[in-house]
């Protein structure tokens, strides 16, 4: 038992000892939050207080709830629950529907367009791809807010809906997409969680089963959570307190989508017997970085003042570069790149990071101009890629019938036979990515434990897809601000900070531009050891640009509540 509190800091141990009752965790980037959670329910397990199979662990991706899984595993607490919230709400409604209603449970959409076509074509609205996406936004932002359409309505007319439909135009499509769905026993992803909140609410017998089952919560990435979940949290909840809620109100990034930092900030209001930890030491970057983000997020809701738990006091400052133009920019960045790579920095420890998707191609055509291989996050997922899917599908093949070989031998077969050789190919593009993707396997069978089978290796895999637990692949990395989180890189480049691009030029208001300050906050603690910040003064159509407003502050420590920096 004392082995799952060794190796914890001060503040963590604290938090990881805390096991009953309401407990909140604040906790600042790099400071070990993940560390923290799992071996809080770790120890508690081992410790005889939770019954694993009575405990859920509650994130937001299929990703974190995979690497949930996979850490509380080797921590010896396998048996507990960890999942999003909608899995969680749909393996509940999957159970009780067929009691309840009797039948099948609906079929859950893949996606909103598809349908809002078919109700737009029913209407004789002639909308485009980009207006039904806008829509199918509109949809969640009602759902998650639990707003009924009628209240919508009235609502809507100061949002910045689509254009030419109007307000009562995106009521009636709404309108016809839901009817659709009720006639086509369908539900969407929202509904996945409303359904079940109203199914807790009005069936006591349901309610009652859900919490003896499940007796202890813990919400990873609390500051994520949207008035929707947080009322299913409850329903799970009923009287009992013992819940313990992890986050950082300086990572809120997702208040589009419904996320609300105040059940977090105000967790303490609610549980007046709360206890309240704070993890502040940085175990991710230098103090010169940390220096930068404080400066950023000073005197913001929640903020936390983070310390470098160690590194170089002299370590570098984060640089500002300033280009002539968005071409000069990705060219000087991919240059940068490539001077990092010639010193001996692997490209994979190396991350392009920028405000929007479209920022993604100019990088990516300068790096492959310098033959410098990336790879998007958020593109075509690594057990996607054909060539992975081909070697999986031998492998697993392989495992039934039987190999007589090792495992690195057998899984180094497999990639030969598809293409894969022993020193890395010359080129780049397309053939240096397939060769990478191959490699990584080899590279996986190569690191199992001694004595691993082929049928076990093959499970991992397979458990690896499942939850979105993908290998490293030697390539730069390129990510929105928005996909970088959570994850991190020795050298990061952040490009675009100019006006219109971040804060971004939708973004209006207060709290608008402030949410654009916390998406730079989460870019700038996902570098360990070097930040270059970029910016062009001139955008397309030779349009001038200035340099963004947090520019200023960075540079000066002067919280600027959305000021632009003086001329």
Not at 189 to 202: H, P, S
Not at 240 to 267: M, N, W
Request: charged share 25%; proline share 4%; hydrophobic share 40%.
């Amino acid at each position: 038992m004392s082995e799952l509190l060794d190796g914890l800091d001060e503040q963590q141990r604290e938090a990881a000892t805390r096991l009953l009752g309401p407990v909140c965790i604040l906790a600042g980037a790099g400071t070990g939050k993940t560390r923290t959670l799992t071996h809080r329910i770790a120890h508690g397990v081992a410790t005889g207080v939770y019954a694993p199979d009575r405990v859920m662990a509650l994130t937001f991706t299929t990703r974190a709830a995979g690497e949930l899984r996979g850490r509380l595993r080797a921590l010896g607490a396998g048996g507990v629950a960890a999942r999003t919230f909608h899995s969680a709400a749909l393996a509940q409604l999957s159970f009780f529907w067929p009691q309840l209603v009797g039948g099948r449970t609906p079929e859950v959409l893949p996606g909103k367009a598809r349908l809002l076509g078919q109700a737009a074509e029913s209407l004789r609205m002639r909308v485009d791809s980009a207006v039904l996406r806008d829509v199918a936004a509109e949809i969640e932002w009602r759902k998650v807010r639990r707003i009924p359409l009628e209240e919508y309505g009235r609502i809507a007319v100061s949002r910045a809906l689509p254009p030419g439909l109007g307000v009562g135009g995106v009521v009636e499509l709404q309108q016809r997409y839901e009817d659709l769905k009720d006639e086509q026993r369908r539900i969407d992803f929202e509904d996945v969680l409303l359904v079940t909140a109203g199914m807790l609410d009005a069936e006591r017998r349901v309610a009652e089963q859900v919490r003896e089952q499940y007796r202890f919560f813990v919400v990873d990435e609390y500051q994520d959570v949207s008035p929707l979940q947080q009322e299913l949290l409850e329903l799970w909840l009923g009287p009992r307190t013992d819940l313990c809620v992890v986050g950082d109100a300086s990572q809120t990034i997702y208040s589009f989508a419904g996320a609300s930092s105040e059940y977090l900030l105000g967790f303490a209001s609610r549980y007046p017997d709360a206890t309240e930890v704070r993890l502040q030491r940085n175990h991710r970057s230098t103090p010169a970085i940390l220096a930068a983000a404080n400066r950023l997020m000073r005197g913001r809701p929640g903020a936390l003042e983070l310390v470098a738990a160690d590194g170089d006091a002299a370590s570098a400052e984060p640089t500002v570069t300033r280009w002539d133009s968005d071409a000069d920019e990705a060219g000087g960045v991919a240059e940068a790149v490539a001077a990092q790579l010639a010193a001996g920095v692997a490209p994979e420890r190396i991350a392009v990071l920028y405000r929007v998707n479209a920022q993604g191609g100019v990088l990516e055509k300068a790096l492959a101009d310098r033959g410098i291989s990336s790879r998007q996050q958020g593109g075509t997922r690594f057990f996607e890629l054909d060539v992975v899917r081909r070697a999986v599908l031998e492998l697993t093949s392989l495992s039934r019938t039987g190999s007589p070989k090792g495992l690195y031998e057998t899984v180094a077969d497999v990639a030969l036979s598809i293409g894969w050789t022993v020193q890395p190919p010359d080129s780049q593009g397309a053939v240096r990515e397939r060769w990478e993707a191959l490699n990584a396997l080899v590279e996986l069978a190569d690191q199992a434990s001694e004595g691993t089978t082929l049928a076990e290796f093959v499970a991992e895999l397979q458990e690896r897809q499942s939850s979105r637990h993908e290998p490293t692949m030697a390539s730069v990395a390129l990510s929105t601000l928005h996909g970088a989180k959570g994850l991190e890189w020795d050298h990061v480049h952040v490009v675009g900070l100019s006006e219109g691009l971040l804060p971004i030029s939708h973004a209006r208001g207060f709290e608008a531009i402030d949410e654009e300050r916390r998406l730079l906050y989460v870019g700038l603690t996902r570098a360990r050891r070097t930040l270059a910040l970029h910016w062009s003064a001139e955008g397309l159509r030779s349009r001038p640009r200035e340099p963004s407003r947090f520019l200023a502050e960075l540079r000066s420590g002067t919280p600027g509540a959305g000021r632009r920096p003086a001329p």
